[in-house]
């Protein structure tokens, strides 16, 4: 829990702005994150398809962890997305579950550790991967492991796998790079920034109430 007063639980806000440093220079070194003239590093429909095969990779595991919140809807959903994808979207590289209304239901352990009443713990910044909390960060943890895909495949495709979810991760950058450039560099305080749509976002994914202050308000009014 924040300590009184605080408005996020980032004890180690001194460590964490080191780290985010270092990985403003990584992204301004590989991806020229921030420069006004910066060109796409992949062509737009490689770039697609990409994200696509990574997000269908993902699938199997986001099954695992609606079966294990006790929501088998989303579970069916994800599973007859995966399926479609897989066969249809040659691979998942296409994405026709999302023309035909069938949109991925997206979780994983860290909100399973949610739901089953894990605290958040605090905010951290962790090299090349960025913002999460200690419960996320277990939970990145832990789908690795329980990942289905990791099992489903010998050596060496299963190394492919794991390349394909690299390579749609890179992807990302360049499909949501004005949105994440405008919260790297557009700001003063760029980790404040960062810290705060972090949270924010991974709430309201969480489907928790943020408490809203108004330092306006009058604390006697009724």
Known sequence: MPEPGAEFNDPYETQNRAVHEANLAVDRAVFGGGKPDRKPFLPAPLAAGLGNFSDNLGMPAAVLNSLLQGRP????????????????GLGGILDPA??????????????????????EGAFLVVPLAGPTTE???????????????????PEPEKYYVAAGKLAGKVADR??????IDDILYGSADSYAQMRLMY????????????????????????
């Open 73 to 88: 809807d989303p579970a069916v959903k994800n599973a007859a997305r995966f399926l479609m994808n897989t066969t249809v």
């Open 98 to 119: 999302t023309a035909v209304g069938l949109h991925a239901e997206d979780t994983d352990f860290g909100e399973t550790l949610h739901v089953w009443g894990a605290p």
């Open 135 to 153: 419960r996320d960060l277990v939970g990145k943890v832990v789908d690795f492991v329980i990942d289905p895909m990791n099992s489903a495949f």
């Open 174 to 179: 360049q499909r949501y790079g004005d949105v």
């Open 199 to 222: 949270l924010q976002n991974r709430h309201y994914e969480l489907g928790i109430e943020a408490e809203v202050f108004d330092p306006y308000e009058d604390p006697y009014g009724q």
